[in-house]
């Protein structure tokens, strides 16, 4: 199983990027994705993330309003968007997948699968 994500870099206070995960191996279909972020000296959190089957969405209280989590099950694709980005955002960003349908957003032990992160970084 692999998850690659893309998309991330640099953006300004306000502004907007859209992170994929592109996923390959993966029971699409059955898994839960989810995206977490992990900024310097902090614990990796749960952002987001789009449950199996009912592809219903939960996001982390800090990013309501502000980012949206997609998939497509046809191109085995997640994305995230993620709009009126703020400095607190800045974190290395992962894709990560469980298997089952789920309400809430897991905890990092929960997960299976990783991708190997990529970097956001929001300056003021």
């Known amino acids: 199983v692999q998850l690659v994500e893309s998309g991330g870099g640099l953006a300004q206070t306000g502004g907007s990027l859209r992170l994929s995960c592109v996923t390959s191996?993966?029971?699409?279909?059955?898994?839960?994705i989810a995206w977490f972020r992990q900024a310097p000296a902090k614990e990796r959190e749960a952002v987001s993330c789009?449950?199996?089957?009912?592809?219903?969405?939960y996001y982390a209280d800090s990013v309501k309003g502000r980012f949206f989590i997609s998939a497509d099950y046809g191109e085995e694709t997640s994305w995230l968007q993620m709009n009126n980005l703020k400095p607190e955002d800045t974190a290395v960003y992962y894709c990560?997948?469980?298997?089952?349908?789920?309400?809430?957003?897991?905890?990092?032990?929960?997960?299976?699968?990783w991708g190997k992160g990529i970097r956001v970084t929001v300056s003021s």
């Open positions: 191996g993966l029971a699409f279909r059955d898994a839960t």
């Open positions: 990560a997948a469980i298997y089952g349908s789920r309400t809430g957003l897991p905890h990092s032990s929960e997960i299976y699968f």
């Open positions: 789009v449950s199996a089957r009912d592809l219903s969405q």
